[in-house]
């Protein structure tokens, strides 16, 4: 495709068409939640964070840079915005839940490397996996079963859902809503 004089590869139409859908797709609670509030516990670095990210009708820029670096990359300590989208479908599926745990983290951004090295060294990582672009997650809730984390997410259909029950960690994203 050809836009002014650029040429954009499939890889960036299609992103380019994903951040549009995502923009569009935002769910009518999430526009409407005066506060969005989030808790997580990442496994691997031992961090936590309690944060308000949303509120009087604003994401505030500060909690949203915390939430990225409690999600970076902890193999490379590279920082990568998190969608937005991707932490009100936690904040929905949490509430949906009714859950009062943290989301225990396992994996949140993934850099090129990390990604390169994990399609290496284990199976079922996709090769242009969504936590490169910040719009996938993998987590549990310490209150909830993995199966039942599952089944909620799917049922929300806000993205793709992956339920890995060997590890114990169910894999939301931002994508076209799908399962696996």
């Keep these: ?58 994401y505030n820029d500060h909690a949203l840079k ?10 490379t ?5 998190i969608r937005r989208q991707l932490l009100d479908q936690l904040c929905l599926v949490h509430a949906a839940i009714g859950s009062d745990a943290p989301y225990q983290i396992i994996c949140g951004y993934r850099s090129p490397s990390t990604n390169e090295f994990l399609r290496r060294t284990s199976s079922g990582v996709a090769q242009h996996s969504l936590h490169m672009d910040g719009m996938a997650i993998d987590v549990r809730l310490p209150d ?24 114990n960690f169910v894999h939301l994203d931002v994508g076209r809503p799908r399962q696996w």
């Design 1 to 58: 495709m050809i836009t002014g004089s650029r040429m954009l590869s499939r890889r960036g139409f299609m992103k380019l068409g994903l951040g549009a859908a995502a923009l569009c797709a935002t769910p009518a609670w999430a526009k409407a939640a005066p506060r969005r509030s989030l808790s997580f516990e990442h496994l691997h670095t031992g961090e936590r964070l309690s944060v308000t990210y949303y509120a009087n009708g604003a």
């Design 66 to 75: 915390s939430i990225n670096h409690l999600l970076r990359d902890f193999r």
């Design 77 to 81: 300590a590279q920082v990568f915005p």
């Design 144 to 167: 909830t079963r993995t199966r039942h984390l599952r089944d909620v997410a799917a049922r929300l259909k806000l993205g793709g859902v992956g339920y890995y029950a060997s590890s």
